[in-house]
């Protein structure tokens, strides 16, 4: 008191100040109660403004004011002897005190509060709002109520109910135990247990100490309670009990049959073995519950002597417990070693009895867990998992389960004995084996509110281990799908385990992580995105999920390294057509395309960026970008303009082509293609062709093939200006891949017919030999557009090059391909056979003519239709090679183009007046006419017109019109009736051959 009196009034302030805020920060600590020192801290925070106040106004230093201070200073020393008492005293301790601790709290906020008033009251030159604060701080704190938790008194209670009904039995402690550990906040763990029941001990010698004999008594009954509880046992300590209990056995113990229960273990009422044996007042021992509802059915003597009682209190029989607890572990030990010996039987059904066996001793009593771990039977229960036998196996799995349950000691020694590594095996195997397998994999795992650190490390090195467990997720078993998700959502702590699951497909992990993971998770995450073959289903999981936003973002914001992860992953997404869409809707169109473009990208980077493009330009969204995306067709340019630069990697290169031909696809847009089309472009494209690189010049000829589609006219140009025939006649060649040698052949059938030079540049260049062998070809699309190509070589005016032709024997392979070739093949046959029967009425007659009649064998037979003798080599005669049966069918087909092929070379048999009479006599046998008739009705316009010119020709044969006009009656005349006036005059012409008509009639 002197020292307080010698320090100045405004340090004496500053001192209980700093108190004041030290106390209130512990009391946040304080995990026991808490409400209660939360209470307590928030009211001790109020005061210290209230000081800091009087402190700013220099209170006069009173004797009042000091005395009121140091009263203040007491309480708040009191305060925080409590708040350290419940910060380092033993958790089960602070649980026991309780009541006395909340107590302690109201008591002492209750005094600071009349302080506060002593102090207001005492500084009068505190002002009028300061006095009102601390007159509703004081209110409060005088009115505070403090009350200890429903779950701490709860179990409290329980206790107190224990002592005073004097528990003894194991369940009880047991189960009291584990509310305790749990109510404080102490792993249900043996270990941390008993080091909790150590520092109780410790507390109460300490009471002892200080001869606090009533509170000492008292803990001494708790500490013996809480002893019998399993959970207080260590692993070590219930291991040296039980070579204790194995080591009493005597020679004549030692078999396998339990020892029987000496006559004073039974309990008279229930004829068994007592668990809680207590005494009465006649010294007669019975079971605690059986003898209490004795009397509670108001049974007033001795169930054995009959003596009449009149003192009803029941003593517990400690010694005789302390007996029948020995004997109960006595065989207990029995069992363990006899299961022992039975698991190395090599009969199935001893393994399968000894599990059973051990299975319920970890039911009856936790401690024999540690005595069958100090047996040393786990190896051999991991050992019967490696068994074929499904029940063997089975159970096996359940008695591990129960050895581990709740018990890390033991999961360690099944994990260090090669434990975790046949369970994960189990996985694979059936439901009834892999169910218990995750199950017991999940407790294995689970240790102390986290994970067992040798089980986590030993899962993740089993390889298997995650494909398993996620090919389970896809188990109709709710349970073991829950069981095998716990375990992947604890493998989720580390990024390799989270690429593992994406790498069998399942996706959800490797989302959170590229969404919300640590930048280098998200690279992580996303080069393993780049490396890792995707099935369809997942790259759709993938980008539902919402992994491309990040992406993009990377690829827009991030360093080298994030950039060239994430345009991986984006590559190998991009495949996918819904992704597609969303990386367009992340922005990520312009991100790749400047990549792609920038002067400062590394290679690696141009060539995923290429890919991506070509990705999104060659799927089924190329109209979606081009109408979203590339408008002006600036993005044609800077494709073209990065072909110019011969540096880039062949990668970029053929992706951009490809990305280029895509653009060039027919559903694309006009202002895109009129780019292409331009003569800078072609001319840039047909450079390319040199290029030593294969699928850049594949991809070149495919787009040129594409463009020429609607300007072959330019692009022909272009091929002779730059020279460029021989190159793509060696394209034809048979070293050439099928789909390169299409594309030119298609290229060169787009090529004008009338363009002379081009033709002899082609010619010259060999051309013709190249495209028959394509004729020749087995596949339907090399025929095709081997058939278009030659046609312009079949051209009536150039006899020679038919003869060519001819000679190449391409009269057999183009009605081989009208008979059993495409439709599209068909109508290209038909046309080049048209082009050949247009020459042969002149060669014919040329044949005629100059055949000497002098020689005496008979002249070869006359062509029926050219009036001359024909051949396919000499005049090409179309009637000889057997193409009228064919061309006959094409007026059949549905479709127009078809059959105006058909006709158009049908009609070269009767063009010519000469050769009319015999041309329309053999069509007439071959029945095309009715099916020219059948034109009239089912064909398009086009054809329609066709066949009525080809019947105005056939009417002027001789029989004809007698045959076929009441045929041809109706339909011409509703042709006459159309609105086509072309067509209505056509018809009414024919009509009129026919003299069915005027031609002046005002039918018409």
Known sequence: MVVLELIPIGTLLAILTTQVLETALAAQDVLIEKESFKKISKYLQEIEPILRELQR??????????QALEIIQEDLRRAHELVETCTRKPRFFLLVNCRTIVRDAQEVTRSLGKSLEILSLAAIEVSVDVRDNVNKLKEQMLSAEFQASASKIQVLNKLEFGLRENKTDQGFANDLVVEIARAVGVPVEPSEISKELASFKREKELLAEKKEREEEVFMEQVIALLSRADAAYTSDVARETYKER??????????????EPLHTFICPLKQDVMLDPVTVATGKTYEREEIERWFKDGHRRDPVTNIELSDFTLRSNNSLRRSIQEWTELNYCIKIRRASRLLHSEAEMDKIQALNDLCELCQ???????????????ADLVEALKTHSIELKTTSLATLFMLVKGDNHNKEEVAEVGGVEQVVRCLSREIRVSKPAVALLWEMLQSNNTFNKLVYTKICQEKSAILLLVTLLSSEDVEAVLAAE???????DKDENVVQMAAVNWNMPLINRLCEGSDSSKLIMAQALSKLELTEQSKHSLGDGGVIPPLVNMVISGNLEDRAAALGALQNLSSLSSNQKHIATAGGIDAVIDCLTSDTSPSKIRDSAAIIVRNLMTGDNVQFFIDNTFGSGKIVQNLISLQLNSSHSSVLRSNIMQALLGLASPSAAGEVRTLMRSEEVIEVLLSLLEESEMEVRDCVIKLLSCLSEESGAEVAKAVLKKQMVKTL????????????????????GSFPVEDRNLTKA????????????MLQGTSSRTRESSISALTRFTDPSDRQIQQFLADLDVHKLLVNALNFGTKLAKVRAALALANFSKSTPGLSEARVSHYCSCFKASPPPLCRVHLGICSVKTTFCIVVAGAAPGLVALLKEPDSKAAEAGLDALYTLV????????????LHDLKAIDQVLQLLIHGSVESKEKAVKFLATIFAAKGMKEHYA???????VGLAAANNQSLKKKAAKVLAQLEMIQESSSYF
């Open 57 to 66: 106004r220099k209170v006069r230093d009173t004797s009042a004011v000091r």
């Open 246 to 259: 194995v080591s009493s056995l005597t020679s004549s113990l030692s078999h396998d049959k339990p020892i």
């Open 364 to 378: 009856e009593s936790e401690t024999n867990k540690s005595w069958i771990a100090e047996e040393g039977l786990f």
């Open 486 to 492: 716990h375990i992947l959502q604890a493998l989720c």
């Open 729 to 748: 006649v060696w394209m034809l060649g048979d070293n050439v891949r099928e789909e390169v040698r299409v594309a030119v052949a298609g290229l060169l």
């Open 762 to 773: 082609l010619t010259d260049a060999d051309a013709i030999p190249a495209l028959v062998s």
């Open 911 to 922: 063009a010519e007046d000469d050769i009319r009479d015999k041309g329309v006599r053999y």
């Open 966 to 972: 009441s045929k041809a009656k109706i339909p011409l």
